[in-house]
């Protein structure tokens, strides 16, 4: 009986022990493939996810929306104010600083003198010159005096000619009455008129002799008064030089330097001091009227195709905008810009001085019915780029291509890739290069 229990109770074990290893591996097996199952359903939902999108603070980018109507072209500029007139004070000729006057940023009259130099040698030409002119003076009233009398004792005798010549004639006339009355011979009348023709050819070489007399007089007292105006120019040519070492500003406006530009930008050059020489054409001086001021303007080369003179500006001191006119365009570019002087057309703010800096803006031409947004940054006019439009909602926005057309300061065409009503990114998105959407946050 034992026998058969113990046969029964391993016979038993085995029996669990067979059932148990299937179940096992059937529970197994189906854990594997609910596992690889699951795996697989894993791998292909997280292949199916998108990146999350990156974020951008809203409150950091501009942003503007695109609108249909007319639109102001205009060209945008730095520069500065500069003195319409400007006068350049130079040595007229050689001499050594004595005093100077004044300094720059005063306010001068054309009487105003700035400085003063000297001359020696100039001032002895000077006297020299007048002494000469004197002298020339004095001999013209000798000559007129020498001629006026030997003027005098011809007219004397060819009065005196005159007389005997109206004598001789009386007594012929007298002669030739006595010979028809038969008084006197025919011999004595014969002589009368041959005295009294030949006293009539010496009157008349005596009126022509007085006549070259008075010619030859007034040609000797030209010829004196001609050396004496030569003599006055030279007199007054010089006194002239003498006054113009006292150094006058010419104009009234401010004194902005005194000697010359370069050597002022020459640390190592000195200033103009008393005690100092210069050369005849040194520049002594700069004179600006400061109430007569014009805007020059550096437009860049691509923009000033489009500037063109008569177009209306606007200059922005910082202390008002003025109204005004391009009066010229630099015909050269320099270092990718052009000069554009701008004639202001309204008073000045104040404050307003040489070499004050200021923004200047032309307006090129106004356009009518055409799609325009604010000009993103980077944007060129005539060229195709991508920009950030943002979605409904406003919690994302999408990169899209965008052709532009003509453009402003702020302003640009838009030729295609938005409508109306969009609303875009102007600021700077390089840094989302990378991405075609983005999330506003």
Known sequence: MAAGLHWYGIRGMDIQRTGVRKRKVIRGAVIAVVLLAATGGIVYGVSRLQPALPGVDAGTIWQDTVKRGPMLR????????????????????????????????????????????????????????????????????????????????????????????????????????????????????????????????????????????????????????????????????????????????????????????????????????????????????????????????????????????????????RNGIIPGRVSRIDPAAVNGTVLVDVTLLGPLPPGARPDLSVDGTIDIERLNDVLYVGRPTSAQPNSSVTLFRIDPGGKTATRVPVKLGRASVSSIEVIEGLKQGDSIILSDMSAQDGHDRIRLQ
Request: charged share 25%; aromatic share 4%.
């Open 74 to 317: 205009q060209v945008h500029g730095l520069g500065s104010l500069v003195p319409e007139q400007v006068v350049w004070i130079s040595a007229v000729t050689d001499g050594r600083i004595e005093k100077i006057y004044f300094q720059p940023g005063t306010v001068v009259k054309p009487d105003t003198v700035l400085m003063e130099l000297s001359n020696p040698a100039l001032n002895e030409a000077m006297l020299g010159a007048e002494f000469d002119l004197k002298q020339a003076q004095a001999n013209l009233a000798d000559l007129t005096a020498t001629l006026e009398s030997t003027n005098f004792d011809k007219q004397a005798a060819a009065a005196q000619v005159a007389a005997d010549y109206k004598d001789a004639s009386l007594a012929a006339e007298r002669d030739r009455q006595l010979s028809k009355l038969g008084l006197i011979p025919e011999l004595d009348l014969k002589l009368s008129e041959n005295k009294a023709q030949e006293l009539e050819f010496r009157n008349k070489l005596e009126e022509q002799r007085l006549g070259i007399t008075k010619q030859s007089v007034e040609a000797q007292l030209n010829a004196q008064r001609v050396k004496i105006d030569q003599l006055k120019a030279v007199y007054e040519l010089k006194k002239q030089q003498v006054d113009q070492l006292r150094v006058r500003a010419g104009v009234n406006g401010v004194l902005q330097q005194l000697g010359n530009s370069a050597a002022t930008a020459n640390a190592s050059a000195p200033p103009l001091e008393p005690g100092q020489n210069v050369t005849a054409g040194s520049i002594l001086a700069k004179v600006a009227q400061q109430d007569k001021l014009k805007a020059q303007i550096k437009v860049t080369e691509t923009e000033a195709k489009d500037v063109a003179v008569g177009q209306q500006a606007s200059i922005d001191t």
